[in-house]
């Protein structure tokens, strides 16, 4: 655990916790009080929005791929109602898309699955980018080019399956099986 001090005030730091897989939505948001927050959770970004729209949280830990709107599109939303909101985006689609437009979207960093309490409480904390991180020395596989592409083009279309499938020139069902793939390991 960290010696973060969240909030200089005595009353708790609002975390929103934003996920549509409610087992881990629900060990989180233990996992995270248990770690000095006062956790509201929404298992879509519809309901996480009226929330934030009630009362603004200070931090927000947002799922990126959901029925109905992606993360991609709350994470905006949030940043729209008040700036300052810290955003952590979760995914198990992890892609550089994706992770470029949350952070131009607003989001504080990108995490992807799986993930703990103090992983997340340490994107929070990050104000920089770390200049020794490790490389690749191999180039990306096809099957990630793909899916980096994929990606891309569906990050275009605000998520929009059909739209994404047309500009791809691909049968949406194709793309749909695409996307329920995770992408090769190999990166």
Same mark, same amino acid.
């Given at each position: 655990m960290t010696d973060l001090n969240l909030n200089p005030?005595?009353?708790? &730091? +609002?975390l929103l916790l934003v996920d549509d897989d409610n087992d881990f939505l629900n060990v989180l948001a233990i996992a995270m009080r248990k770690r000095g927050f006062a956790v509201s +959770? #929404? *298992?879509? &970004?519809e309901t996480a929005f009226e929330l934030a729209k009630a009362e603004p949280p200070e931090f927000a830990v947002v799922d990126l791929k959901m029925t109905g709107n992606s993360g991609l599109v709350l994470v905006r939303q949030l940043?729209?109602?008040q700036a300052g909101t810290k955003i952590v985006v979760l995914t198990g689609y992890a892609?550089? #898309?994706t992770a470029i437009e949350a952070i131009k979207l607003g989001a504080t960093h990108y995490l992807a699955k799986p @993930?703990?309490?103090d992983e997340i409480v340490s994107a929070f904390e990050?104000?920089?980018? *770390?200049?020794? @991180?490790e490389l690749a020395s191999n180039p990306l596989s096809v099957n990630r080019l793909e899916w980096e592409h994929i990606q891309r083009v569906l990050a275009e279309n605000d998520g929009n399956i059909s739209a994404t499938a047309r500009s791809? *020139?691909?049968?949406r069902r194709t793309l749909q099986r695409k996307l329920g793939k995770n992408p090769s390991a190999s990166s």
């Open positions: 005030s005595p009353e708790q &730091a +609002t +959770t #929404a *298992n879509s &970004a940043t729209g109602l892609s550089i #898309a @993930v703990d309490a990050k104000k920089s980018g *770390n200049e020794d @991180v791809l *020139n691909m049968h």
